[in-house]
């Protein structure tokens, strides 16, 4: 319907798909097309059942303003959206969606170093700007104070990205990413009633990171996710003891920003063992904390070796002496033994087995009047 006519008369008529992120312009002939742009913030507010009078009975555009100090002409409605009951008048809730960015320029200076047309930023809306703006915004959505600065019940508010201009480090993040036929990622906002813990911290050993670390997301009074990272509020992590006494040992980066509802923990370590530890988030007057664990040293891990302890020292140390003595005493016999058949005289053969438990059936080949067929058997080693 928006989208340019191959047959339009108009050189350079244009229309932005914000779904599909796609600017569509008609060109023709030989005339060059010049595309500028402006940093632009839009905003869709939640509003309960009302009818349309209603709505249009307190200026919503002024009350902006004032709140955000912005002037008026820079805000304006884009659209209107409200589900029909069953009269027609009446409807059972209303999408406003808004638009705060700089009025269309209609005049542009020329630059002589590189003969193109380029716009002066003065009294005009910068990146930065907006990023403000979206954060205050955020922020009193998140504490419940909006509906009361702006005269209207606001349910939830949802926030486009600002784009960042070229050259901007977030422009170079931002374009590093594959495009998506539907790209526009919105921020839904409303007041946080609470953290849960979805990936629990798994404790590792005195000194070393947590094995696994704690993921937590901000959600509102219907579990929705809420996107704190608009604003720059941080989670706040301490330590708990047992008595749910707030101990020192937990390092790392402990307060940290949130990526939209997700606050991820990456470098958290314990420098102190025991047990029944466990970590307690803050965000503002919202608190949670996880299930319990023990910190172990790294030399009382299951499985593993924890050096030499005395009782084995000492139990090693018995083992050398009771075979030194026993040894020792293998080695008298059996020199007393070789002495003894020496000397009792005319010995041919002497075959001693080095069993002990045959010291007593040694093969002798000895004396006048020995008889081979009476000899002992021979001693299988």
Sequence with gaps: EFIPKLDSSVIGENYFDRTYQMLNVLVKGSTPIEVHTAPVLHISFSLPAMTVDEFYGPNLVENLALFLNVPQSKIRITNIVRETGLRRKRATGITVEVEIRDPPSQ????????????TSTEGKLQFSDLKEISSNLGEAMLTGNLSA???FTISTIDLSSPVPPPGDAQWVQMTSKPVLSRAVR???????TGLIIVREPVAGQTGQLLSQQPSVKAVDDAGNCVSVGVTSWELVAVLLNSQNMTVSGLNGTTSILFAGCWANYTDLSINTNGTGYKPL????SIKTHSGTFSVK???DSPGKPSGTSPASVLGNTQGIISGSIMGSVVLIRLIAGIIWKLTAGNTKKIQVSTRPDAQDKKQVDT????NPDNSL???QN
Aim: hydrophobic share 30%.
């Design 107 to 118: 005049h542009f200076s020329k630059d002589s170093s590189n003969s193109t047309n380029i």
């Design 149 to 151: 600065s702006l005269g």
């Design 186 to 192: 919105t921020n839904h906002v409303a007041t946080v």
């Design 281 to 284: 988030f803050e965000l503002k």
């Design 297 to 299: 040293q790294i030399n």
């Design 367 to 370: 004396v006048t009047g020995y």
């Design 377 to 379: 058997p021979r001693v």
